[in-house]
């Protein structure tokens, strides 16, 4: 592969935001099946989402009409687009890159959307494709209209506010008033704190009634909770950003809920919340009465909370216990049609799917998502239990489930998700092979039957990912393999590049080309690449994800495990391995290259994880406890409160720390803190900070050379790749 063309990839993978941008996202189906909303930008290349409408009409008619409901450059007149320091923390927890429109909510009816540009509300009519901005106080942080579409709910600066859909009577409903002492910010009304928004997956704050008359309200108070301080040295003259960061062992936001009604009376909602401090999910639809999930500080006891809304008081409907841990699912726990609880629970190992007190599903699906609750069944996301016949590694499929079985609806090997209202469903299938292009295809679905596609404007990548799939050592570990384009066999042994993320709710062997085409760049620059999932990663079994409990190594013996069982069947150097990885990635390549430097020759550690002391309360005690009760298990789980992993080793591997400075979710602390203690131990090491980048690390230069760098350092580190074989030997 010549140089440009490598260079060509990077930029596109660089200015598409890893291939996202352009393909369709964010479906919701109207009630009656006549509509299909979604955001998508222009092209390939086009940050910029926009809100669409496709009209369905009926099997057999082809592509549906589609029209743009809203349109940020019209709406904006063309002017940039401006955030505040909110709606990029907000966007940040949601890892969302993209500009104009990237979230929106609507009525029941699917009529009326509701979404923000630059702070300002706007609103759309779905039937009319009309947009209007309405005279809210910004700035305004996720607006959603009310079930009947007459009024908007939003948060400003603290303050829960509601505006009739015509604009008029814009008003606060709860605001901080006095209570705001303290820390600029420290109390606020209808938001997600931070751990939340980062780590249990709710990213609400208040949610209406089914009557659209009364709201509950999250009230958060931060004022307890540790300030750290981001700020940007490349620009000195800035002022550092306050956070409120909760680091393990510290003190996290309190957390409390009203029933308010719109002229701001309120009843607060009472449970035990000492013990069970964190407000996990909440649920509110006409099938029942509101529905909580609250857990307890350790995580290993949650309770399901109905609430009395005269008086505020909750009733416990059930408790449930892990010794280790108890996992948040997405679109749990809500109510059936019929008042049932749906949720997900953990029994033998299985991951099961209940109504009431009934199992619809058995050992041959790991239930992953709770997908859309209809009168007759439940449609979900799960991978292959243990049982199933022919599971490939990285498949997930959806599934109809009901009280006569269980049905598959997505059709083929890949990775495939799903959204539904009434008789339509729209189904995302993303392949490993490249035929329908790097992002998930879309069809639609009427009573199961194909009824027309929706368009992606993706870029198709310059090059096609080849991963094998397949499964490595005594453990089955899910892995992809990929090798040069260009290799044959006989061309010698190949360096090895682990590419692994490797911990908690972070897979990355998938049956998707999109999740290997930067592993196949890495390939094609001459590297033998293994992409593998080991214990702590999740879609095999709650035991598979639980191993790592108070102890991270063993995610480090799974790698390993894969690398050399795999050298059996490819054409592996084990004399040149190195390891890359971002995050919790980065953590892994970091404690390889200092732990195992008798396998690991050289690693690239991206923002890790140095000190598990200054990661978030709600992540760190999951995995490892509370400090103050094993404070052994966080010394011998971190990087640098361990002095003699960091001491020189016969022999010390290059190791390259990259870190943006403006990470407010791994603060730049944890790679200066490992840098200073490499320093001091003598040991060589690179370190590349990113200034003015966050833990998405966006910006298009910076995505494009520093994988150029990487690659280059890796080149150095592990010399140079053996000649190959001449054509026709």
Not at 50 to 77: I, M
Not at 127 to 151: M, W
Not at 613 to 627: K, S
Request: aromatic letters at 6%; one cysteine or more; charged letters at 25%.
């Amino acid at each position: 592969m010549t140089t440009r063309t490598q260079l060509s990839f990077l930029h596109q993978y660089a200015i598409t935001q890893r291939f996202t941008v352009g393909t369709p996202r964010a479906p919701i189906v109207s009630p009656d099946g006549s509509r299909l909303v979604f955001i998508r930008s222009s092209s390939g290349t086009d940050r910029t989402g926009r809100l669409w409408v496709a009209d369905l009409g009926e099997a057999g008619d082809g592509r549906p009409r589609e029209r743009v409901a809203a349109d940020p450059a019209v709406l904006l007149g063309g002017a940039g687009e401006q955030l505040s320091d909110q709606e990029r923390a907000r966007r940040e927890r949601s890892r969302e890159a993209g500009t104009g429109i990237v979230a929106y909510t609507v009525d029941n009816a699917v009529e009326l959307a509701a979404f923000t540009l630059s702070g300002r509300l706007f609103t759309a009519g779905l039937r009319a494709g009309t947009a209007r901005e309405l005279p809210a106080r910004g700035p305004v942080i996720a607006p959603r209209p009310s079930p009947d579409g007459r009024r908007i709910a939003y948060t400003s600066q603290g303050a829960l506010r509601v505006i009739e859909a015509d604009g008029t009577g814009d008003r606060a409903i709860a605001e901080p008033g006095e209570e705001y002492g303290g820390p600029e910010g420290a109390v606020g009304y209808g938001t997600a704190e931070f751990i939340a928004a980062e780590e249990m997956g709710r990213d609400r704050g208040f949610w209406w009634s089914p009557e659209s008359d009364r709201l509950l309200v999250a009230r958060v108070d931060e004022r307890e909770v540790r300030r750290w301080w981001i700020s940007d040295p490349t620009d000195p003259g800035r002022e550092p950003r306050s956070i409120a960061y909760p680091a393990a062992g510290t003190a996290n936001a309190e957390v409390r809920l009203f029933l308010m009604d719109l002229e701001g009376g309120r009843t607060e909602v009472e449970w035990d919340r000492e013990g069970y401090p964190y407000l996990a999910r909440v649920h509110w639809s006409a099938s029942g009465a509101p529905l909580l999930l609250v857990q307890a500080r350790d995580q290993r006891t949650q309770r399901y909370l109905t609430v009395d809304t005269a008086s505020g008081a909750t009733r416990t409907l059930l408790t449930e216990d892990d010794p280790v841990w108890l996992e948040l699912f997405a679109g749990v726990p809500v109510w059936s049609p019929a008042g049932e609880l749906v949720r997900i629970t953990e029994r033998d190992d299985v991951r099961l799917l209940m109504a009431g007190d009934r199992a619809l599903t058995g050992a041959e699906l790991q239930v992953r998502a709770v997908l859309d609750v209809g009168e007759h069944d439940i449609l979900v996301s799960a991978s292959a239990g243990a049982g199933a016949p022919d599971a490939e590694p990285g498949e997930i499929h959806v599934y109809r489930v009901g009280e006569h079985g269980t049905e598959r609806i997505s059709d083929g090997p890949g990775v495939h998700s799903a959204a539904r209202s009434g008789p339509v469903t729209v189904l995302a299938s993303a392949r490993a092979t490249d035929s329908g292009g790097p992002g998930p295809a879309w069809t639609v679905l009427r009573d199961g039957q194909p009824l027309t596609t929706v368009a992606s404007h993706a870029l198709r990548p310059v090059l096609t990912a080849r991963p094998r799939l397949l499964e490595a050592g005594a453990r089955r570990i899910p892995c992809a393999v990929l090798l040069p384009s260009r290799y044959r066999d006989g061309d010698g042994p190949l360096p090895v590049l682990m590419d692994p993320y490797g911990g908690p709710r972070g897979q990355r062997v998938y049956a998707a080309q999109r999740h290997h085409l930067l592993s196949q760049w890495y390939a094609d620059q001459g590297f033998a690449v293994i992409v593998a999932d080991g214990r702590g990663t999740p879609g095999r079994s709650p035991s598979w994800e639980k191993a790592l409990k108070g102890d991270y190594t063993v995610v480090l013996d799974d790698q390993i495990e894969a690398l050399h069982a795999l050298a059996g069947s490819l054409p592996l150097d084990l004399g040149r391995v190195g390891i890359r990885g971002w995050s919790y990635g980065g953590y892994l390549a970091a404690l390889a290259v200092l732990r195992r430097p008798d396998v690991f020759h050289a690693g690239i550690a991206g923002a890790p994880v140095s000190d598990m002391r200054l990661y978030d309360t709600h992540y760190t005690e999951r995995y490892l406890g509370h400090p103050d009760e094993v404070p052994d298990t966080y010394r011998s789980n971190s990087l640098v409160a361990d002095g003699e992993l960091v001491a020189a080793r016969d022999p010390a591997r290059p190791l390259m720390i990259i870190h943006g400075l403006a990470d407010d979710n791994v603060v730049v602390a944890h790679s200066l803190l490992l840098s200073s203690a490499l320093l001091a131990a003598g040991r060589e090491h690179e370190l590349l900070p990113l200034g003015g980048v966050t833990h998405m690390a966006t910006q298009e230069k910076v995505t494009e050379n520093m994988h150029v760098l990487q690659a280059g350092f890796l080149k150095r580190a592990l010399g140079p790749r053996p000649r190959p074989r001449p054509q026709g030997a």
